[in-house]
T-cell receptor, first 110, second 111 residues
Framework: GQSLEQPSEVTAVEGAIVQINCTYQTSGFYGLSWYQQHDGGAPTFLSYNALDGLEETGRFSSFLSRSDSYGYLLLQELQMKDSASYFC???????????FGQGTTLQVKP | NAGVTQTPKFQVLKTGQSMTLQCAQDMNHNSMYWYRQDPGMGLRLIYYSASEGTTDKGEVPNGYNVSRLNKREFSLRLESAAPSQTSVYFC??????????FGPGTRLTVT
């Protein structure tokens, strides 16, 4: 089957670092994307890992290990505005579609 | 640029009614997608179109039809709405599947 597993909720304090994990079960999986969604609005693209390793974009980093079927999103110097839902998404095979995880709700506290 | 636009923003239907959700993008993307999102759930792909003139089923296509009218527009039709189709519907477009641009969503309630 093709599914991605994420924790449903994570809580952290302002200024801290938080890691949101994503594990998946699928074959022929092409890369892992991460999206952010505020209050049920339009999801926005954050990052993509095509290959193993770490990708850094400002305060956000994303990691992928294809051999472990595992990835994570790392958010540093947390701000209140980072409170949102975060989704990992994978591309099954060489297709033009994405399968999304169920999302992790991040609550940042003062 | 408006990006991805969707109409309507909100809609209430009675069971058995039909309606079409409209989506348009001005980014000249080849691929377009329709998703539904239920409370506490991720986005589930209904249909997608890799290019003008082509459409493919996603994870949850039953009860829906789509039309890729031209490169800009991709519509989603509910022929006979059911309460199970109460959801938020998002349209998206992309050049690369991993980086999709989403519209603001249509909040649909079927009573």
């Amino acid at each position: 089957g093709q599914s991605l597993e994420q924790p449903s909720e994570v809580t952290a304090v302002e200024g801290a670092i938080v890691q949101i994990n994503c594990t998946y079960q699928t074959s022929g999986f092409y890369g892992l994307s991460w999206y952010q969604q505020h209050d049920g609005g339009a999801p926005t693209f954050l990052s993509y890992n095509a290959l193993d390793g770490l990708e850094e974009t400002g305060r956000f980093s994303s990691f992928l290990s294809r051999s472990d079927s595992y990835g994570y999103l790392l958010l540093q110097e947390l701000q209140m505005k980072d409170s949102a839902s975060y989704f990992c998404a994978g591309r099954p095979g060489n297709t033009g579609k994405l399968i999304f995880g169920q999302g992790t709700t991040l609550q940042v506290k003062p | 640029n408006a990006g991805v636009t969707q109409t309507p923003k909100f809609q209430v239907l009675k069971t058995g009614q039909s309606m079409t959700l409209q989506c348009a993008q001005d980014m000249n993307h080849n691929s377009m997608y329709w998703y539904r999102q239920d409370p506490g759930m991720g986005l589930r792909l209904i249909y997608y179109s890799a290019s003008e003139g082509t459409t493919d089923k996603g994870e949850v296509p039953n009860g829906y039809n789509v039309s890729r009218l031209n490169k800009r527009e991709f519509s989603l039709r509910l022929e006979s709405a059911a309460p199970s189709q109460t959801s938020v519907y998002f349209c998206a477009s992309s050049e690369a599947a991993y980086e999709q641009y989403f519209g603001p969503g249509t909040r649909l309630t079927v009573t």
